[in-house]
């Protein structure tokens, strides 16, 4: 499983949260915590204000579309000790898919929540501007979901490349 | 007895001058104040990230020049990066050296276009926006040279590089930067002390460090405010650990300090450039990857310091030959989180300033 | 190397042929100043309407001429005119206005073209150079694609309000040229109170720009409009203060009178009032709504101001009128500060026109070579400029002349001694005024130094903040 | 008055004043008003003209069209409801009234003085000859009284103007 140069392991990272907030740590991997869904906002809260873990910043936020559930993934960093805490949430209902917002602790949610409910249809609670981003209001559906547009059976996705078995394209 | 008038609402855009592009600000304004400020964007907007799960690793690439137009070498090479993390693909030191050049080169033809937009924001007729397009053009002549095209260039590939420089490419690119700390001492000497210059950025559009840092907000913005933040520094990827170059902080986090902030970076990466060229290894400037890559399941976050800030790729493999997900952090939309914070109470020309100063492109905000 | 120093270029461009036609060029060129200069020497062109360096002299001669043929022949016009010189008004009226309409008309298209070449130079480009010799027909090509552009109103737009302003911005334009002194008998309407009516027209142009604004039904308009209206108000009062200035020192609101006296005292007024021509420009161009004072139509804010709406041949007239006000203004300075037609006792020797035109197209450059370098100042800011400091300033040195002026009456036969003696006064006050006031308004440079960004190599988040901040 | 021309303008320019004056209460448009009367000031000094004083001509264009006139269409921009007609006013009749008894009182002057009497003394003093130093003369000497009272009126009306519309706690 690959890491980003300066990724703290998952699983010491899910240690020192479940010793502090047991409810919230669901899992954990070499390069990710996995949080329930519920205790996101106590969770990041913490990951913030711990000295030792420091994220200060969000520094990225997406969803992605399991197709039986969403995963919303924070990409947390420590300016000041210069390390990176990934972080992932699952939202089990794949219809109403539905998470705290994480605006009160990280204000540069604002624009990044709203580009995933815009896009993935994922409801952030409590986000004080949760509109739409970059469709319109009322835009049929969410663009990014995998059943977007799926025509009868067809799964998105590209299945195999057309040269994959002839061996390597001549220049 | 007071005299106040009814609070109107502006359109800025999706078509004015200061956009930059397909942008729109739908502002509530009494008299010349900003008493609200609403960002309405998606004009440009052709959803790639839905558009990438549909093509290989490699197919993809082109697409990233089409977010941010004016960095396409950095957005390349952002998401190679992250392909690489993700296949495990190593890159050959020569290829690294190549990329460090032509990020750097694209750094400086985007912060050109950016102070010089700058500039024009704050009122002068074009003329320093004319001043730095003359080297812009001469670096992009120089992609021209490598690669055939001057925006969208598509150089970057995953393991390496598209192409080797032509011969043409070394004189031509030594030339440059021997003459290219003159030309920025000369914006310097035009700009830097002006004082209606000075009157209109000083004290406009204030981030401080720790609002800058909890909104997520990356690149000159925040090393404006103070926070030496760089990823060149912080996780030095291609070769970025080799160079002896700093990172130029603010004090102030005003319109004024980005614009100096971005100046310097200018000259930092002038040196980083000559560095490079001067140790530039030999051997392939690129590895040889199946055609179709089929990368482990798993996902990678890979990320350069933009000219912008933070340009992030987070690429997810189910195992197919296309992506299952690839998102782009886009420091452009981030960067303006706090634009409502910025611009509220504020009067429109300083607004513009701000606007102007933060340097967003609108193609990488819709992507 | 540089194409100027590459030697193949170099003897080409030195070809004998090339090199030949030069010389005889510049030879025609002497011979044809040789021979004017003795046509000037032996004085056979004095007074006389062939003079080529007053071409008044032919219109005053030809009047002179249409008396004499009229005055013995009283016929029914005559009768009930009740005046025999009629005539001769009439002739040189239309002579005048002819002169004058032809004379806006053909600068401002020269001066489209020279002010984008100029501005192309200054940006390190050509400028327009395809349509004609150099471009020269740029402005041409301009005109009529302006005139064959459909003229949109805006819905909602007051029609007539809408048509009115144009028409009504050009003729203050044209206007403000009839009491300016080209040459000694060169003056359309030499009145007496030439400043004030300068003034008076210069007042006239905001209303129209105000009514271009709030007809056009735009939030844009409407703000370039109310920002004009502002601003006109406000820098009216340092550009009258400091035309009074020179009237005062001169002792005539005559724009011909104070050319002479600069011409008699063989002095220019900018030695004597720097101070009130840093007063009467800077007050003049925010009157011209040119950079940096172009908030009024500040592209990168309100798109253009007042003229949002304004397409075709109605935003070129704007578009003109502001080129031609610009030109204006270049024609006061040079004839109100630099001499006028006047050049120590050239003015005998050269067209004086042409003397006054040279100063005109200097004054006129430098208002280009602002446009092409300056960045804006904020409306605020400029409002706190013309009040707090222009005014102040201009009601000072307005004071200091009126006791100058008194004096210099007093001590006429000095000449040379009292206006050097005020020349020196005056530099000195424009010196410690400028800086003073200034200063007393709390600008202080070194109080708080410009903080260059520091280069650092370690990353760090807020602690690093703290610890830059503590060792700084 | 002695040559036609002069006569023809003097028609021309008192239609012009009249009607425009008229077109003031007319019009609906507040605006349109401000604008007939900015016609009406005009009309005026070409009047002033026509009689050779220039001087007060050009101070009735800098002064009436020039500044006060957008003294008036500032007022009215600030105006609520500026876009209302004018029309309505309780003010109509007795404005009226007041209006045609100043006209009236102005014709019996016009037609009770003794003009020529008047104009021939004038021609005496040689005043019309440079009208603006017999004005500089005339405020420094005769009225000069009168015209500092005038000041200090304007500077109280200014004070007074300011201290009205101050709000308080403005800076």
């Known amino acids: 499983m690959p890491r980003g140069p300066r990724q703290l392991a998952g699983r010491d990272v899910a240690a020192r949260l479940g010793a502090a907030l047991p409810a919230a740590v669901a899992g954990a991997t070499d390069e990710r915590v996995d949080i329930a869904a519920l205790s996101i906002v106590e969770a990041l809260r913490w990951l913030r204000d711990d000295a030792e873990l420091d994220a200060a910043q969000l520094s990225n936020l997406c969803a992605v579309d399991r197709y039986d559930h969403f995963e919303v993934v924070y990409h947390l960093q420590s300016l000041d000790r210069n390390h990176q805490i990934v972080v992932h949430a699952r939202v089990e209902d794949y219809l109403e898919p539905e998470l705290p917002s994480c605006y009160p602790v990280y204000r540069g949610a604002l624009l990044q929540e709203r580009e995933v409910y815009d896009l993935m249809g994922v409801r952030f609670t409590g986000h004080p501007d949760l509109r739409r981003l970059f469709l319109w209001d009322g835009y049929p559906g969410f663009p990014l979901r995998k059943d977007f547009l799926q025509i009868g059976g067809h799964h998105p996705g590209l299945p195999g490349f057309p040269f994959e078995t002839a061996g390597r394209q001549q220049r | ?367 | 190397m540089s194409a100027a120093l590459d030697p193949i270029r170099l003897r080409a461009r030195l070809a004998p042929r090339t090199l030949a036609r030069g010389v005889i060029a510049f030879a025609a060129f002497v011979a044809l100043n040789v021979a004017i200069a003795a046509l000037v020497v032996s004085g056979a062109l004095d007074g006389e309407w062939y003079d080529f360096r007053d071409l008044g002299l032919g219109v005053q001669q030809l009047r002179e001429w249409l008396d004499e043929q009229t005055a013995d022949q009283p016929g029914w016009l005559t009768d009930i005119l009740r005046s025999t010189t009629w005539l001769s008004y009439l002739v040189t009226a239309l002579l005048g206005a002819t002169g004058i309409l032809s004379f806006v008309g053909g600068v401002l298209l020269v001066l489209i073209w020279v002010e984008r070449r100029l501005i192309g130079r200054i940006q390190v480009r050509r400028g327009p150079n395809r349509v004609g010799p150099f471009g020269l027909l740029q402005p041409v090509a301009d005109a009529i694609k302006l005139i064959q552009k459909e003229t949109l109103i805006p819905v909602g737009a007051d029609r007539v309000m809408f048509f009115l302003p144009p028409v009504l911005v050009f003729i203050p334009g044209l206007l403000v040229w009839a009491p300016v002194p080209w040459a000694p008998h060169m003056t359309y309407v030499d009145t007496n109170v030439g400043v004030l009516y300068l003034v008076a027209i210069g007042s006239l142009a905001t209303l129209a720009i105000f009514m271009a604004g709030w007809s056009s039904n735009n939030h844009y308009a409407l703000l370039g409009a109310m920002r004009t209206v502002a601003m006109m108000i406000s820098y009216e009062i340092p550009l009258a203060l400091s035309l009074l200035t020179v009237v005062v020192l001169t002792g005539s609101a005559q724009l011909s009178a104070i050319v002479e006296w600069q011409s008699v005292h063989n002095v220019w007024i900018v030695v004597l009032l720097p101070l009130t021509l840093f007063t009467f420009f800077f007050a003049s161009t925010a009157e011209l709504n040119r950079t940096p004072n172009d908030i009024a139509e500040a592209e990168s804010e309100i798109v253009a101001g007042f003229h949002t709406e304004y397409s075709g041949m109605k935003f070129g007239l704007f578009y003109a009128v502001e080129l031609g006000n610009a030109v204006a203004v270049s024609a006061l300075t040079a004839a109100l500060f630099l001499g006028g037609w006047s050049m120590f006792g050239l003015q005998e020797w050269v067209p004086a026109y042409l003397l006054f035109a040279t100063k005109v197209a200097a004054v006129y450059f430098v208002l280009v070579w602002l446009r092409g370098t300056l960045p804006r100042f904020r409306l605020d800011q400029l409002m706190a400029f013309a009040w707090k400091y222009l005014i102040p300033l201009a009601l000072l040195n307005l004071g200091v002349v009126a006791i100058e002026a008194a004096l210099f009456r007093r001590w006429e036969g000095e000449g040379v001694v009292v206006l050097g003696g005020f020349a020196l006064a005056n530099g000195l006050l424009t010196v410690v005024a400028v800086r003073g006031w200034a200063r007393f308004l709390g600008y202080a440079p070194e109080r708080e130094p410009l903080l260059r960004p520091t280069l650092t190599t370690g990353v760090g988040g807020l602690r690093a903040v703290d610890r830059m901040r503590t060792t700084r | 008055m002695e040559s036609t021309g002069i006569i023809i303008g003097f028609w021309a320019l008192a239609g012009l004043t009249v009607g425009s004056a008229a077109l003031v209460f007319v019009v609906r448009n507040l605006l349109h008003a401000v604008l007939a009367l900015v016609l009406s000031f005009m009309g005026m000094a070409g009047l002033f003209l026509t009689l050779s004083a220039d001087f007060i001509a050009m101070a009735q264009v800098l002064i009436y069209a020039g500044a006060i006139s957008v003294l008036l269409v500032f007022a009215v921009m600030l105006t609520p409801l500026a876009s209302r007609d004018n029309g309505n006013s309780l003010f109509a009749l007795p404005g009226l009234a007041i209006g045609g008894a100043f006209a009236l009182l102005l014709m019996f002057l016009a037609v009770d003085v003794d003009w020529p009497e008047l104009r021939d003394a004038a021609l005496a003093d040689r005043a019309f000859a440079d009208t603006i130093e017999a004005v500089g003369r005339s405020l420094v000497d005769r009225y000069a009284f009168a015209f500092q009272v005038a000041s200090a009126l304007l500077l109280v009306a200014l004070i007074g103007a300011i201290a009205l519309v101050r709000e308080d706690g403005a800076p």
């Open chain 2, 1 to 367: 007895m007071t005299t106040a008038s009814d609070p109107y609402v502006l359109n800025i855009g999706p078509q004015h001058p200061s956009t930059h592009g397909v942008f729109r600000l739908r502002v509530v304004m009494d008299g010349e104040h900003l008493q609200d400020v609403d960002m309405v964007v998606g004009y440009l907007h052709r959803s790639m990230e839905k558009l990438a799960e549909e093509r290989t690793y490699a197919q993809n690439i082109p697409f990233t020049d089409r977010t941010d137009y004016l960095a396409a070498m950095s957005n390349n090479l952002g998401y190679c990066l992250a392909a690489e993390l993700l296949a495990g693909v190593e890159v050959p030191e020569r290829a690294s050296y190549l990329r460090v050049i032509f990020a750097e080169l694209q750094r400086i033809a985007s912060h050109s276009m950016a102070n010089g937009t700058f500039i024009n924001d704050a009122g002068a007729w074009q003329t320093p926006l004319m001043y730095m397009f003359r080297e812009r053009e001469k670096i992009l002549d120089l992609f021209e040279m490598t690669c055939g095209a001057r925006l969208t260039t598509n150089y970057m590939r995953i393991g390496g590089v598209a192409f080797e420089p032509p011969p043409e490419f070394y004189p031509a690119v030594d030339a440059l930067v021997a003459e290219l700390p003159d030309r920025i001492g000369e914006y310097t000497e035009l700009l830097v002390d002006n004082e209606i210059l000075l009157a209109r950025a000083r004290d406009v559009g204030v981030l401080s460090p720790a609002d800058a840092i909890n909104a997520s907000i990356t690149g000159p913005v925040l090393r404006a405010s103070g926070v030496p933040w760089d990823l060149r520094k912080a996780e030095p990827y291609c070769a970025y650990d080799r160079f002896d170059f700093g990172i130029p902080v603010g004090h102030h986090g005003d319109c004024y300090d980005r614009f100096l902030v971005r100046l310097e970076e200018m000259r930092q990466s002038v040196r980083i450039i000559r560095q490079a060229l001067d140790g530039l290894p030999s051997g392939a400037h690129k590895t040889e990857i199946p055609l179709a890559l089929r990368p482990e399941p798993g996902e990678a976050y890979a990320r350069v310091e933009g000219p912008r800030g933070e340009l992030g790729f987070y690429v997810v493999s189910d195992g197919g030959p296309a992506p299952f997900r690839f998102h782009i952090r886009a420091p452009s939309l981030i960067n303006l989180s706090l634009l409502r914070e910025m611009a509220v109470g504020s009067s429109l020309p300083d607004a513009i300033v701000t606007l102007g100063s933060l340097d967003i492109v609108v193609g990488e905000i819709d992507r």
